[in-house]
T-cell receptor, first 114, second 109 residues
Framework: DVKVTQSSRYLVKRTGEKVFLECVQD?????MFWYRQDPGLGLRLIYF???????EKGDIPEGYSVSREKKERFSLILESASTNQTSMYLC?????????????FGDGTRLSIL | SQQGEEDPQALSIQEGENATMNCSYK?????LQWYRQNSGRGLVHLIL?????REKHSGRLRVTLDTSKKSSSLLITASRAADTASYFC?????????FGGGTRLMVKP
C-alpha cells in the first residue's frame, strides 16, 4: 500500500514564525499536493508538483511556498505564519500525470497559529 | 473554488439501512471520484467513475453518474457503524481534483 507520511499530527506555532510542514511518500509517485481543510469549505488546493523542483499554484497559494528537492518529499512553507492559517493541512500523492489517478492522502497536520 | 457540492451535509441512519449521498458539479469532467475521511484522519479513495460510465459497483458501494444533470450519487448498502465518516466527491477536469464540502454520515448501532 502507498504510504504518505506527514511529519507532525499536531503543531502549534506563533504569529510571524516560519513554519515547515513535511510530507514523504514511499511509492515513487510523480505528483504531490498540499491542501488545507476548513469546516464548511472542504479541501482547497494550495500547491502541487509534478516533478522534482517543479511547482504550480493551486487555488489559494498566497502566504505559502513549497519545495520539492527530492521526488519523495514535498514541503509546505508558511513564510510568516498568521492566525488565518490555522487549519488542517493534508498532503497527497498520485502516480503519474494523468487525470484518472486516485490520490493517496497522509493523516494530516493540525496546525494552530497563536 | 468548489466544483462539487454534496447533499445532504449531514445524514444520520440506523445500522442496516442504506445511505445515499449526492454530488452536483458545474463544469464538464473527465471523471468523478468519491473519498471517505474518518475523524481526524486523511482521505481514502473509494471509487472512480469515468465520464462515459453511468454506474459502478465496489462491494457495498454503488456510484452513479449523470453527466446531463452534472450529478453523481453514492449509495452505501446495509450500512455499519464503521461506515461513520465524512464522504467527499471530487471532480477531475484536467490534472487537478476539486473537492466538495462533504457529507457527514453517522450510522447508529
Amino acid at each position: 500500500d502507498v504510504k504518505v507520511t506527514q511529519s507532525s499530527r499536531y503543531l502549534v506555532k506563533r504569529t510571524g514564525e516560519k513554519v515547515f510542514l513535511e510530507c514523504v511518500q514511499d511509492m515513487d509517485h510523480e505528483n504531490m499536493f498540499w491542501y488545507r481543510q476548513d469546516p464548511g469549505l472542504g479541501l482547497r488546493l494550495i500547491y502541487f508538483s509534478y516533478d522534482v523542483k517543479m511547482k504550480e499554484k493551486g487555488d489559494i497559494p498566497e502566504g505559502y511556498s513549497v519545495s520539492r528537492e527530492k521526488k519523495e518529499r514535498f514541503s509546505l512553507i508558511l513564510e510568516s505564519a498568521s492566525t488565518n492559517q490555522t487549519s488542517m493541512y493534508l498532503c497527497a500523492s498520485s502516480l503519474i500525470r494523468r487525470s484518472n489517478q486516485p490520490q493517496h492522502f497522509g493523516d494530516g497536520t493540525r496546525l494552530s497559529i497563536l | 473554488s468548489q466544483q462539487g457540492e454534496e447533499d445532504p451535509q449531514a445524514l444520520s441512519i440506523q445500522e442496516g439501512e442504506n445511505a445515499t449521498m449526492n454530488c452536483s458539479y458545474k463544469t464538464s469532467i473527465n471523471n468523478l471520484q468519491w473519498y471517505r475521511q474518518n475523524s481526524g484522519r486523511g482521505l481514502v479513495h473509494l471509487i472512480l467513475i469515468r465520464s462515459n460510465e453511468r454506474e459502478k459497483h465496489s462491494g457495498r458501494l454503488r456510484v452513479t453518474l449523470d453527466t446531463s444533470k452534472k450529478s453523481s450519487s453514492l449509495l452505501i448498502t446495509a450500512s455499519r457503524a464503521a461506515d461513520t465518516a465524512s464522504y467527499f466527491c471530487a471532480t477531475n477536469a484536467g490534472n487537478m481534483l476539486t473537492f466538495g464540502g462533504g457529507t457527514r454520515l453517522m450510522v447508529k448501532p
